[in-house]
């Protein structure tokens, strides 16, 4: 920022520290509002996942709609042809249109009530397939990411691993303790321990067991008392 504003920092800041890309990349990140702090810092701008994007029908079209009359005036003129910034400005629009979109409904007449992309739901459908944050044959690296960022990364890494671990080891805390009342249950009776499923058992058996003797007598009565009949 002193840099930027042509103040003195010293003689020898003066004379170590100078402008450079990587700060203005790194400037350029926290001014569109990414935490210099959060491990999401080091992701990439949203772009067209086409290596050519203005060879694509699609995208050709949704440049004429958004930028025509200035890509006419300026096509060809060298440093001052924008197509090539405008081919970077272009997916942050499709990759954040619902958000547009809601402020659009929400606050009638607002700004971003004529931006023609927006009304064109087909088109940025389409569009919204050619446009990734991801690493891609034109956008392989992230620039301006301080070392920091690498560490913030590592360390989300092993907080996750440590609450999977913390999980698998609660419901091991369960399983275990589940397997050994199961156990104790099955080898009871074998070991002459006395329990309440046990007793069920027992008393459902002896009741199975007594309901066949009742049965069983009483079709012998009938049996006799036919007999004594005829």
């Known amino acids: 920022t002193a840099g930027r504003g042509e103040w003195s920092l010293g003689r020898v800041f003066d004379l170590y520290l100078h402008l450079a890309d990587p700060a203005d990349t790194y400037l350029g990140r926290i001014l569109v509002g990414l935490d210099p702090n959060n491990e999401n810092f080091a992701t990439l701008p949203p772009h067209f996942i086409p290596s050519n994007p203005m060879a694509d029908e699609l995208i050709r079209e949704a440049m004429d709609l958004m930028y025509g009359p200035i890509l006419t005036a300026w096509h060809g003129k060298g440093v001052r042809d924008f197509t090539g910034i405008l081919l970077r400005v272009l997916p942050s629009v499709i990759h954040h249109s619902d958000f547009l979109d ?129």
Not at 116 to 144: E, F, I, Q, Y
Not at 165 to 176: A, F, I, P, S
């Open 102 to 230: 809601d402020w659009m409904r929400r606050v009638p007449g607002h700004p971003f009530s004529s931006i023609p992309l927006l009304h064109r739901r087909d088109l940025l459908l389409r569009l919204k397939t050619l446009v990734t944050t991801n690493t891609t044959d034109s956008m392989r690296v992230a620039t301006g990411i301080p070392p920091h960022i690498e560490h913030a990364r590592q360390m989300k890494k092993c907080l996750d691993i440590c609450s999977t671990t913390l999980g698998e080891v609660k419901n091991l805390k369960e399983d275990v303790k589940q397997a050994v009342v199961d156990a104790y249950k099955n080898r009871a009776a074998e070991n002459g321990h006395m329990t309440a499923d046990c007793m069920c058992a027992l008393f459902e058996n002896y009741e199975e067991k007594m309901s066949a003797k009742i049965d069983s007598l009483r079709e012998e009565n009938r049996e006799v008392g036919w007999l004594r009949n005829s």
